[in-house]
T-cell receptor, first 116, second 114 residues
């Protein structure tokens, strides 16, 4: 079975601070896919990134960056120079590879509040 | 193009009543998923549809829950004899079809059972 753990329940920062959201996963599969989703107050889950288990290359997209380390089973997400609009709940999730469908296993989510 | 749409946005019902929740996936997406988000359980998978294949119902919490997908497009999630513990946000997602592909979510239906 797969498991995703987001140990940080809530994080509060002041605008322009950098913040890292931690994600640790457990799976016995060699092929899997990792995701981050953002859930703003409106409630809709917004896709941010997908990574497959064979690609450990870190990724940067504007103020967002992701650090994938298979050695520690972690897929952490950093927001640089945070803004109030970044306030949301962030979910890390995993899909088992090698199957015909993708049941997402989610972490419990991290509530990020960015104060002006 | 249009994203995943769900209706109603909010639903308040009395315990014991039946409810139907609707999901319209992204045009051309063959796979459709239902998830439930509740305070105590977080986000959990309910059911999966892929094309004309039999759905994977392994996540449905009880036999009061059922879902169908007509014409390979619109899906309806039905909860019979609702209970207070059914109160949650019900989210629908769709993908092009492959299991590893990104799931795009709708805005959800917020169900409150009084």
């Amino acid at each position: 079975a797969q498991k995703v753990t987001q140990a940080q329940t809530e994080i509060s920062v002041v605008e322009k601070e950098d913040v890292t959201l931690d994600c640790v996963y457990e799976t016995r599969d060699t092929t899997y896919y990792l995701f981050w989703y953002k859930q703003p107050p409106s409630g809709e889950l917004v896709f941010l990134i997908r990574r497959n288990s064979f690609d450990e290359q870190n990724e940067i997209s504007g103020r967002y960056s992701w650090n994938f380390q298979k050695s520690t089973s972690s897929f952490n997400f950093t927001i640089t120079a945070s803004q109030v609009v970044d306030s949301a709940v962030y979910f890390c999730a995993l899909i088992k590879g090698g199957t015909s469908y993708g049941k997402l296993t989610f972490g419990q989510g991290t509530i990020l509040t960015v104060h002006p | 193009g249009a994203g995943v749409s769900q209706s109603p946005s909010n639903k308040v019902t009395e315990k014991g009543k039946d409810v139907e929740l609707r999901c319209d996936p992204i045009s051309g997406h063959t796979a459709l998923y239902w998830y439930r988000q509740s305070l105590g359980q977080g986000l959990e998978f309910l059911i999966y549809f892929q094309g004309n294949s039999a759905p994977d119902k392994s996540g449905l919490p009880s036999d009061r829950f059922s879902a169908e997908r007509t014409g390979g497009s619109v899906s309806t999630l039905t909860i019979q004899r609702t209970q207070q513990e059914d109160s949650a946000v019900y989210l629908c997602a769709s993908t092009l079809g492959q299991g590893w592909e990104t799931q795009y979510f709708g805005p959800g239906t917020r169900l409150l059972v009084l």
